[in-house]
Antibody, heavy 120, light 109 residues
Framework: QLQLQESGPGLVKPSETLSLTCTVS?????????WGWLRQPPGKGLEWIGSTYYSANTYYNPSLKSRVTISVDSSKNQFSLELRSVTAADTAVYYCAKSPPGGSAAYDYWGQGTLVTVSS | QSALTQPPSASGSPGQSVTISCTGTSSDVGSYNYVSWYQQHAGKAPKLMIY???KRPSGVPDRFSGSKSGNTASLTVSGLQAEDEADYYCSSFAVGKEVFGTGTKVTVL
């Protein structure tokens, strides 16, 4: 059974960098799937941050592109998110997720989510 | 970025059907058959209910169905059950991005 688990600090100071890791178990990250990051501010809707495919193709939300990097560590079966120069508006539950085979701009497996608060 | 438009709320009695709309543009919903629907219970991660407009992942009841006409996609839940009470979000592929809907709270009366 495939499982995804987010990890990282729950509190980040304004202007600093938010860093999260998603550990994939029960399946290989080197497979015909997109691996994505999404977020949901408290009480609000979902937002796609970006996704990566076979580590070679990475796509970002244009509204976040200048501040985001998604990377893959195949040896650890993990992928990571970096969001730079954070503000209070970046406070959200962050999810990592996997797509069905080939993509489909959909996500069929999700991590439980991790709340990241941006505050001094 | 512009979110897809969904009605804030929808409701129905047990056994009835409810349909949720998701209106986009010719740059997203209208141009691609990559529309998905997610169910989210409070405090939980979203669950994929429909992808590629009409496909159901394994384990999703056939009471859930999707369709699309022009720039508007729809999710229909037939035979409403108490456990269907949740927030529902649509999403669509658009060039260079994926965009989500504003969300609809479904209440089972």
């Amino acid at each position: 059974q495939l499982q995804l688990q987010e990890s990282g600090p729950g509190l980040v100071k304004p202007s600093e960098t938010l860093s999260l890791t998603c550990t994939v178990s029960g399946g290989s990250i080197n497979s015909n799937h997109y691996w994505g990051w999404l977020r949901q501010p408290p009480g609000k809707g979902l937002e796609w941050i970006g996704s990566t495919y076979y580590s070679a193709n990475t796509y970002y939300n244009p509204s976040l592109k200048s501040r985001v990097t998604i990377s893959v560590d195949s040896s650890k079966n993990q992928f990571s998110l970096e969001l730079r120069s954070v503000t209070a508006a970046d406070t959200a539950v962050y999810y990592c997720a996997k797509s069905p085979p080939g993509g489909s701009a959909a996500y069929d497996y999700w991590g439980q989510g991790t709340l990241v608060t941006v505050s001094s | 970025q512009s979110a897809l438009t969904q009605p804030p709320s929808a409701s129905g009695s047990p056994g009835q059907s409810v349909t949720i709309s998701c209106t986009g543009t010719s740059s997203d919903v209208g141009s691609y058959n990559y529309v998905s629907w997610y169910q989210q219970h409070a405090g939980k991660a979203p669950k994929l209910m429909i992808y590629e407009v009409t496909k159901r992942p394994s384990g999703v009841p056939d009471r859930f169905s999707g369709s699309k006409s022009g720039n508007t996609a729809s999710l229909t839940v037939s035979g409403l059950q108490a456990e269907d009470e949740a927030d529902y979000y649509c999403s669509s592929f658009a060039v260079g991005k994926e965009v989500f809907g504003t969300g609809t709270k479904v209440t089972v009366l």
